[in-house]
């Protein structure tokens, strides 16, 4: 079934033309153009893994039932292969627009989780995501986010033993370095620069979820990470609406081991000698 065909089927209408639109490491993207001259967003792999396209699905449907919470684009159909949803019109980020983004991801957090983990086996990326619920954070992150890409980097031969003796030392001391516990919140879990779409208006959507139960400030350290458009902005937004943990500043690098240690396992490049210094530092 070629892309016009799939679209056509998934969504139940005629389509006028389909044109690329890129590609990553998720899949293939087109701008599809239907015959009444709206336009949607197109994303397919072909032979995609077995859920790979519902846990986006979940996902994005989960983010959008938080009341106040920033824009999540709706589904408009799905299978196995491929997802489509609404295209939106990229823009420019305004001052506005930032603090906004700010007060909407502290609604979406507010708007909690049942457990930190989720109801549906997830993916970050290209990788696997283990989203069996635990019952606090520290157990969570340590057997949940840490430990499944510390096996693949082991087993590649990319992390000797002395490595994973200090990411073991980690573990041992984060429900020390965690701060004060927090309830599970609703989280994107993915959330760089790279999923933060901002349309014509200075508005920001979120896309590309790997949404679970978590912890809020993995969220904002993973804006951090790769660097986001007026990020103090946000942050003072955020802090005024849902004031942070004390010492929440000296916690980024210990929410972005796992985003570093994805990448690794992705990407190899220098995203492992990253994660063994800010694991060193936490580790003591």
Known sequence: MDVIERASVLLSCRVHKAEPHGAAITGRTWRITLADGRAVFMKSQPGAPAGFFAAEVAGLRWLAAAPAGPPVPAVLGSDQETLILPWINAGTPSPGGVERLGRELA???????????????????????????????????????????????????????????????????????????????????DLWSGNVLWDRDGRAWVIDPAAHGGHRETDLAMLALFGAAGLDRLLAAYHETAPLADGWPDRVGLHQLHPLLVHAVLFGGGYLERAMTLARRYAG
Do not use: S, T
Request: glycine fraction near 14%; hydrophobic fraction near 45%; avoid cysteine.
């Open 107 to 189: 609604a979406l957090h507010a708007a909690g989780a049942p457990g930190f983990g989720a109801d549906w086996p997830g993916w970050i990326g290209a990788a696997e995501l283990d989203n069996r619920p635990w019952p606090g954070w520290p157990d969570f992150y340590a057997a949940g986010r840490l430990q499944p890409y510390l096996r693949l980097l082991r087993d590649a031969g990319d992390l000797d033993v002395a490595g994973a003796a200090v990411f073991d030392r980690l573990a041992d001391r984060l429900p020390y370095l965690a701060g004060p516990a927090e309830p599970p919140a609703r989280i994107h879990g």
